[in-house]
């Protein structure tokens, strides 16, 4: 029941000498010859182009986000799975409104057009929203520029922009 | 019971329909900025509450006298008002000798100032708010003497505290008005402190918060000497708020910034004896502990003094009158803190009747003068207002002690009650000490009045030569109050002729401790007839003349008058002794109040500016700052639980 | 079966909360563009009355602790804190109904996300499992997040969302790691079995050591929730960016969340059995930790009143003023008794009524002005009185003085502070109530002691709603200054069967 905590100090130190003890003896064995090419920072095997630390298009991280619900929705239907038949009915209903309630959340992104990659803000979209009539007392400080979001890569794309293609962060 | 909680109720229903009123009129006033309130209908409402609340308190009193045994009637809404785990918080009401008098002296005064403010406010846009704030001010009194418990006394307390402030800064367009205001409002808050405290270590320690229940556990000697001296301080830290003695008496003058039917109601005649009538009600705790109630008796007698020599060079009718209800509040201490409690209420009584009297007539002075207050230009208005002027002479021969009138009597037997009382701090000397105060004090009351009533009356007029006369309403409770200035005599004649009152209140009080011989009370008797006449002859040779023609002699007769002319010798004697003292004394006082009080003040305030300022600066919006308090933050708590024992 | 649809019963709140934030995304599908603000608000708020219907009859028919599923437990603890969080969240959806600074963007969404945080605090309320009181954490977490940069373009909803996020990931993670200690110690994530355990090892006097080490980092997280310090400082950022309504259910729902998991957390582990007494070390512990919670109180009512002090932004110093308050509520925790925590209920009660009718006030003010500069407000008293009356009795209920139940609050938590021997807390605290008087009062006096000349903005009149609203709040208010007999009692009640 209780830590015995030495137990956990020969665990940790051991972890750690393991890591260290092969960085050193790998380094006091291996050849070093380095070239340019070595050198650089690997990048989906081409040339670098600019820096790292920009900022990445959000639409990237709202695929992630779907991919990865879905993801751990499987991961949870495995247990599900294998207890499904010894509880029974009732278990098949829950399993059935897990899945129904993510897929109320995707319906309604999908409806709501979050899923195009590009999105349109007029009111073509049922629900879409309307940046123009937006009321000034709600922003304190006035409304960014629509631009400015576009700058950061986190607004509404135009569709000019949409047909020049996409920046280079493929 | 069913009639006692209606004694503050009816003023309180006042005080909602005046406000229903005012509302009514503010919004009238949305489309006709000059909308006016009904004043009658207002007037009409807000005295009948008042003096409703009279009569009830009056037929309660008597059925008071009628029963037998104890002499009390009691009413409780719930015994377990508030559940503490410890001891319950009751609220009710006790109605018994001391709360019935208050009861009586608060509607009764309270209804005839009432009646005059319809006359006095006239006119007036805030004319529904006034009577609102009055009504509730009345109701809340009438809480405050009515609790039977300490917390439903502090609903009272800060009631009348709240009235206070709003009617102080009542004309609030002015700055100084407002400040007024605030300073009495914040001053009282020091007091409320000390009251507060006061209640939680009597519960703490007697397990009760009703007064029979501390003072009974105070009687029984369940309490150490330590306990019911630090209990006794504390209450008296409230009392010296609420009645303004040293060092908390600085708002009461500034006070005098409100209407003046709110001078006589609250500043003379009753909010500001509530401090006295807390003291009278735990008197068992002052007469268990000679320390508390020395320092009750001390803060009296040098409050007495120290005002009244105030009181001498005021030019301000008002504040002539402040500084002396100030001394005469140290007067009703000094009494209460050596035991004579009947003494202490008694002058309470004929205070509340003499002190609104002259304030009421001071008031129809300022009103008749177009709200001139400065006694230096009004002179010679016994001729244009001969009603204010016999009442207000009635008035001050009772505050000076003219032998027959009724502060004579009741000034008297404080002085008496000192010599006759128990020793202060246990030494009996000291009580010789406190006499020759008091006594100079009276000589100073005498004066002072006196000077005023010379300065405001008589000689010529300086200034408004056509003083418009008063109505009815005015004048009418200035009679009423002359003939009680003069009928409560009857409450306490001396050698026993009438101990009414003290023998009225001793269910509550007990029996007067310690007895004079009665060669000694013709003696102290004469002493105070003579003083009272003795300060009555200086005025009268200084100013009786009347300011200017004063001065006309003087430079016609130089050298006779420079040498002989009382006036000339009073005021090189002022020069040489009061003023400079007083000045020396104000110049200290002025250093104790910039450095020690100021500094505390400003220190506190400043304290919590850089603590604002530096706890603001914390927070400078940076994630990364956030995230280091965070993190110290945590580190400190686990290494706290860790490391200490 | 049979066992599984009675235990299912038992959680109809939660199911029916849960259908209707689901109900609230269709509606928004499927309705008339234009319309979804009143809407989706009504069908929230026909969900918000149907869950607190059920949480009614379960307190109706409560035993003394129903446990469900072995993780979460129906008593009348959980019911008062349940019914807080769907007060809080009915008022949350009408202000948010009557308001326009959360108008762009998707009803659907913000009332479903508001309906998700709700639930999380019913978890935190009602679960004894520390997984599932991790599981309600992020929920309301995760759910404040996005409804703090809700007012998408602005930048500082945005930077208040950002801040949050970042904070309350560190808490959590703080928090979590406390918890994995408890788990390791005792091998349960059940704070019944935790309890029993914990008790037996102080009993054995193995050293306090890693208990402690534990227990301090789930109060850092802890009070991270409640905004208590050093842990605050995120708390006035977020208010003052986030929508005025999503204040308020931060400031209230989100906070008496907080207090109620902590209250269970500290019942279950930290204090000895009332009837059995506890081992001489953990009682010493009990007290340790009481102290230094007292610590942390003070600091916390200090830190929040001077903080306060110099604010000109309403909101900025409403959320400075529920710091303090928070710091008051520590107060009845840290006596780590029965009678302190029953005050700590009150007073949550009570906080309810006044902060969400100050944030009311506020918002009916920034929605008819878009100001909510503290200087304006002169002349407001004049111009619609109704509004004005109502925020001077909010104000004097948070600064604690008679007749409302603020004063009474405060009332119990000094008493239980004075009796535990924190006699310096409540000096403390005296001292505190006396600083706020000056920063409330400055409200007032702009709103009253000047004239309606000098008012800033044209008369706008509450519209009856809104105003209804208020007067609902401030009747509240001052009622339970008075007659709180009722809810003293259940206070009390709740708190003796709290496990």
Redesign the interface.
Known sequence: ???D?FNVFVFLTTGLLFVFANMIVGGLVRPQKPTPEKLSPYECGEDVIGDSWIRFDIRFYTTALIYLIFAVEIAFLFPWALVVREI???ALVEGFTFVA?LL??L??VW??GDLDWVKTYN?SV??G???ED????????G??PVEL?QAAGVGPTITEQQTKGEKGHS | MPFLPLIPLLPLAGALACGLLHLQVLRARRHHADARPAEGLIGTIATLAVAAAFALSLERFFALAGSSGERVLTWRATDVWIPTGGPAIPFGFRFDALSSVMCLVITGVGALIHLYSIGYMKGDRGFARFFTYLNLFVAAMLVLVLADSMPVLFIGWEGVGLCSYLLIGFWYEEMKNAEAGQKAFVVNRVGDFGFLLAMFAAAYWTGSFEFTGVNSAVEGGKLATWQTTVLGLLLFVGACGKSAQIPLYVWLPDAMAGPTPVSALIHAATMVTAGVYLVIRTHPIFDVSPIASGVVACTGAATAIFAGSMGLVARDIKKVLAYSTVSQLGFLFLGAGVGAYGASFYHLVTHAFFKALLFLGAGSVILALHHEQDLFKMGGLRRALPGSYRTMWIGAAALAGLPLFSGFFSKDEILAGVLGGRPVFGIPGLNWVLYAVAAATALMTSFYTFRLIYLAFEGEPRGHEHPHPNPTVITLPLVVLAVASVAAAVLGLPFGISHALQHWLEPVIGEPQGHLSHSAEILLLVGSGVIALLGFAIARATYGGGLAKAEARAAARPALYNALSARWWIDELYDATVVRAVRLTSFIAGLIDAFVIDGLVNGAASLAKRGAASARRMADGSTQTYALWFGAGMVVVVASLVLLR | MNLLREELSWITPELCLTLFACVALLVDLFVQKGRESVMVGFFSLMGLLATAFFLYRQYGVTPPAQPVFGCMVVDPFSTLFKLFAVGALAFVVLFTMLSRQTRPDGYGEFYFILLCAGLGAFFLASTYNLLLMYLGLELLSIASYILAGYAKGNRRSGEAAMKYVIFGAVASGVMLYGFTLLYGMTGSIDLTVIGPKLRDQFALDHGTIPISVATGLCLAGFAYKISAAPFHFWTPDVYEGAPTPVTTFLAVASKGAGFAALLRFLQAGFIPDRTLGGPEAMMGYSDKLGTLVAVLAALTMTLGNLAALGQTNLKRMLAYSSIAHAGYVLMGVATMNREGFSSVLFYLVVYYFMNLGAFGVVMYYANTTGDEQIDDLKGLGWRSPLVAITMVAFLVALVGLPPTAGFIGKWFLFTAAVKKGFLWLAVVAGINSAISLFYYFRVARAMWLRPEEEAKYATVHASPAFAALLLVLAVGTVWFGVGFDSLLRYCDYSQNLLR
């Open positions: 029941m209780y830590f905590y029974g009915m009732l309630i109320l959340g319906v309604y409806v709501k009111a049922k629900g929203t309307e940046v937006r009321p000034a007392a709600d922003i304190h400080g409304p960014l979001l």
